[in-house]
């Protein structure tokens, strides 16, 4: 309902607030003796022109308070950080204190520019504070998370060091410790893809004749039933000593995470399959070729990301198992390796890159999800 | 016969000789059908005879669930019947064919292709798409849904989506269209709009047609002849021949009359 309603009460405002106008919008109308059929649809047209003619005026600045708020949560981070003295550590003081403290004055400098480009509404920038304008929220309340975090570890010792860090250390972590950082990092994602790779092919393979064919249905969806629910965690040792290196038997345990529930998705997908559709493809003169390529597979499609999805999940959780227990590179290694000299601050660190990371592929997935299902919007929301 | 005036017309009679080439005679000869239920053989078919001439529109009509579709799907090809031979133009029907095609009551558009996309389907499947594009193009503008070629089926209305179906039908030539009430879903007013969309292409094209239908209306309405089913399982209680030109009027006194004798024919001739 909200949305017609809004709509309609909109273009009465100015009406409202200048009876002069409303009333020579309304005169013509009731005055005449043409038929209201044709009036209604004038008079609609008039309120919305005095509508156009008077937002410029008062509508072309409107000041961004909640721009504001963000610029005043940036400063209170910047202004704690930089005045309030930390708290001892037993070692030496945390160091990037006060580079952190004039980087978060600085974003507050870049959130006063956008605070007035949204409020004055500067035309090249209009993206920008649109993004703005939207994230404003999200940008005060990160700030005053971290003002939090910062309050806790270094200015009060509150959560207690070594094992707690302040924000600010983290800068550490990343500029002294970048090129192993880096390396795990790239290591993780390449050991991660491989696997995924293989898995959801294989996995979309199997699954796809498991739903077309019968006598593969036979024989594979016991053994799939039978072995599925086993974790491949649960594998690693012996994969270990089975494969010829400890990359292939991450590859393969990944590829085992990730194809479970593609092959059990893609099944159901096409297992699922409209049957009219193939009545109609085959009127039409379709090959078996043409029914699995053309019909089931692009049918099973949606279902198949949801397996995808469910499949990248299981894959991280192999992924960093995998690298703790016996790869020597890696995430899940720098975090094992942080943990033996006690470096908390660089675990810290390690699992920022883990979720960013992650998360980006993830997101990767829905944009490519959302350009191969383009046809599903409308239909499908999840 | 009610309708059935002093000269009736010869099927081959009705159709001109440009039209002749692009129809189908379809012969179902004593087919008998059932399938194997849970408790026992379920009989859909009894001994049919039915003789489609080149170019003729010929309804089904009968009570819900009778078997009138299982024949469709038999004379399709995507069954083969029980006992009994159906042929086109003299050759046995053993599979489906480009030249018999089916419209469904459901418009079974593929839902992840575009409208252009879902209406090249037949040629795509034939493998003939890369030369013939202009077909689909210009099936698409017999049924008026040119500007929709890229829409998705979900961004269309019931009678667009049909009409996407039956132009998805079209663009394959068929000799032979079979429609299982095509027109069932749709709504009254929509209905009798497509009615008479569908005489004008069935009179353009010249195929034959096998129309399924509930509607008494509708099938005096488009057919040369009208096939009256028993319930199931399903014999052929009558013919009647609809001998009136097109376009037809829908208060034409002999349409009206012919009406009464039809639903006394399905037994319902009391409650009029």
Redesign the interface.
């Known amino acids: 309902m909200s949305v017609s309603a809004t709509l309609e009460r909109l273009p009465a405002e100015p009406r409202q607030e200048s009876p002069g106008q409303g009333i020579s919008i309304l005169n013509p109308h009731g005055a005449s003796s043409a038929p209201s059929a044709s009036g209604a649809p004038q008079a609609s047209r008039i309120s919305v022109a005095a509508h156009a003619a008077n937002s410029p005026l008062e509508g072309r600045f409107r000041f961004h308070w909640f721009g504001l708020l963000t610029v005043a949560a940036w400063s209170l981070l910047g202004a704690i950080t930089l005045a309030w003295p930390n708290a001892p550590a037993g070692f030496e003081d945390w160091v990037y204190t006060a580079e952190f403290g004039i980087a978060a004055l600085a974003v507050a400098a870049l959130l006063a520019f956008f605070t007035i480009s949204a409020s004055i509404r500067i035309g090249f920038l209009q993206g920008a504070n649109a993004l703005f304008r939207h994230g404003a929220p999200w940008i005060a309340v990160s700030a005053l998370l971290l003002t939090l975090w910062e309050i806790l570890t270094a200015k009060t010792g509150a959560l207690p060091p070594p094992f707690f860090a302040p924000p600010s250390s983290l800068i550490e972590v990343y500029v002294g410790d970048y090129a192993r950082l880096a390396d795990s990092a790239y290591n993780s994602v390449k050991l991660l893809l491989e696997g995924v790779a293989w898995g959801a092919a294989v996995g979309f393979t199997i699954g796809v004749s498991i739903g077309w064919s019968r006598t593969v249905n036979y024989w594979v969806h016991p053994i799939l039933r039978f072995l599925g629910p086993l974790p491949p965690t649960a594998l690693l040792p012996i994969a270990f000593f089975f494969f010829p290196s400890s990359h292939a038997a991450s590859v393969f345990l990944i590829a085992l995470a990730t194809g479970f529930p593609v092959a059990i998705l893609s099944w159901s997908g096409v297992a699922g399959v409209n049957k009219a559709y193939y009545d109609v493809a085959r009127t039409m003169g379709a090959s078996e070729c043409f029914l699995i390529f053309r019909v089931a597979i692009p049918a099973a499609l949606p279902q198949v990301f949801v397996g995808l999805f469910m499949g990248f999940g299981a894959s991280f959780v192999v992924l960093i198992v995998a690298e703790m227990m016996g790869v020597k590179s890696g995430l899940g290694w720098y975090l094992t390796w942080a943990q033996g000299y006690a470096a908390y601050v660089n675990m810290y660190g390690a699992l920022i890159v883990m979720t960013i990371i992650f998360s980006s592929l993830i997101s990767l997935l829905f944009t490519v999800r959302d350009r191969v299902l383009v046809w599903q919007k409308g239909i499908v929301k999840w | 016969m009610v309708g059935a005036t002093a000269k009736k017309p010869l099927p081959e009679e009705n159709t001109t000789n440009a039209a002749a080439h692009a129809a189908s005679r379809i012969r179902v000869e004593q087919v008998s059908h059932g399938f194997d239920a849970p408790d026992g053989r379920l009989d859909v078919l009894e001994d049919v005879d039915l003789d489609v001439a080149p170019g003729e529109f010929v309804a089904l009509l009968g009570p819900s669930g009778c078997g009138k579709s299982t024949l469709l799907r038999l004379v399709?090809?995507?069954e083969p019947a029980s006992a009994g031979a159906i042929s086109q133009d003299g050759a046995p029907i053993t599979r489906?064919?480009?030249s018999?095609?089916?419209v469904?009551q459901?418009p079974?558009l593929?839902?992840?292709?575009?409208v252009w996309d879902n209406v090249a389907?037949?040629l795509?499947?034939?493998n003939i798409l890369k030369q013939e594009k202009g077909r689909v193009d210009a099936a698409l503008r017999k049924v008026g849904l040119e500007s929709f070629a890229k829409a998705?089926p979900?961004?269309l209305s019931g009678g667009m989506a049909q009409r996407a179906a039956l132009a998805?039908a079209l663009v394959?030539n068929p000799k032979l269209l079979i429609l299982d009430e095509p027109l069932g879903k749709l709504d009254s007013l929509t209905r009798l709009e497509m009615q008479g969309e569908l005489v004008s292409l069935w009179q353009k094209n010249g195929f034959s047609v096998l129309l399924v239908t509930h509607d008494v209306e509708e099938a005096l309405f488009l057919a040369q002849r009208v096939v009256i089913f028993s319930p199931r399982p399903a014999k052929i209680v009558t013919e009647i021949a609809v001998d009136r030109p097109y376009p037809r009027h829908r208060d034409d006194p002999v349409l009206t009359s012919l009406r009464h004798e039809v639903l006394n024919r399905l037994g319902l001739g009391k409650s009029w």
Do not use: E
């Open positions: 399709a090809g995507l489906p064919d480009p018999r095609i089916v469904f459901d079974t593929f839902p992840w292709r575009t389907l037949g795509q499947a034939q998705y979900h961004q998805r394959n």
